[in-house]
């Protein structure tokens, strides 16, 4: 970047100034800072050495195919390759320092080269503490990129976990730091791909990390809700290829820490696998009467019914097994929901599939009695909320 010119000027006058903000210790620029088909010409080079320049850290830069082997074709104006690089060379080469306002040195000084030797003349243990450490160094090297793709191998050891997990979140909160973000098809920087990359890390590693708070320590000016919504749309997108409903989903995403993706996944999981069993789907049809009625009713009266029913008013033996049912499950589920064990949970719930049943062809709610319609309107009140505790239901189709 910029790579589209003149369009992406004003993009990258954007990037550094939001590096100038974060102040890194040194910014290394790859390449490609044009297309392959746009000018080679020496002036745009000295456009781009300029904006080099214009940095406050220290920027090292390693030129890309774009700006010499690319330069034969029509187009970026039939130049000779070989002759493209030795202006590169000259241009951006010829001082042992650093682009940027704050300079560094591109070489190790010859003392950092004898304390280098220094410390690989060590023995024993720190020699083989030495070799672990570079090995999980040059492991995460090699596997920052990863995952590149659905099918891609996801890395499992830590230090490459949190490389290619740093690498990520940072290229995607810069992104929206700048308001650089995929619209429709357009994707030309591979950002869906890399959130994408990210949930998978986090998921097949059980990382625990609210992506709320990470992306807080991103680049300033980032859209943190923003940014977490498009994980959620790359999320649906992997579960759905697991064979996870997108309401299952949207049922979990409704609930508290959701910005915790390995949380969001397993209470998902757990509904999802619920859902399959015959008491989980005629529950959430018996849920989802309760809920109508009570929304009727309280429309109606312009009430809400969450004061608590009492069982004394109980007129029949299926509302009091529905009362002690309740009490049951909730002795059961609110444990289960502290340990985040959304498969108990979900199984507690799924038991009251029987007593509501029951209780629906037994009972009329809207008895000509007031007192024991509220009763009732307040007992279905609890169903409502015990089942939405577990998972926001009203979001299931059906």
Partial sequence: MPYRVPNDYPKFERVIKTLNQEKPDFIVHVGDFKSGS??????????????????EPPLIYTPGDNEWTDCNRKAPGEYDPLERLDVLRKMFYGSDKSFGKKKMLKKLRKNQLRRSKKMQNKGGTSRKR??????????????????LGPSDAVPTAPVSVAVALADKIDTLTGFWAIDEKPTGSKDPFALRRAALGVTRLIVSNSVRAPLAEVFAKGYAGNDGADLLAFFHDRLKVFLKDQGIRHDVIDA???????????????????LNATLATEDGANLVAGFKRAANILSQAEAKDGVEYSYGADVKFAETDEERSLFAALDAAETRIAPAMAKEDFAAAMAAMAGLRAPVDA????????TDNQIVRRNRLNLLSRIRTLCLSVADLTKLDG
């Fill in 38 to 55: 746009s000018l080679c010409s020496t002036e745009y080079f000295e456009r781009m050495h300029a904006y080099f320049e214009t940095f």
């Fill in 359 to 366: 209780f629906f062809t037994a009972v009329q709610i809207n």
């Fill in 130 to 147: 030495d070799a672990q450490c570079a090995a999980a160094v040059s492991d995460a090297a090699r596997d920052h990129y990863s995952p």
């Fill in 252 to 270: 979990c995403l409704a609930m508290p820490g959701n910005d915790d993706l390995t949380l969001l996944v397993k209470r998902a999981e757990a």
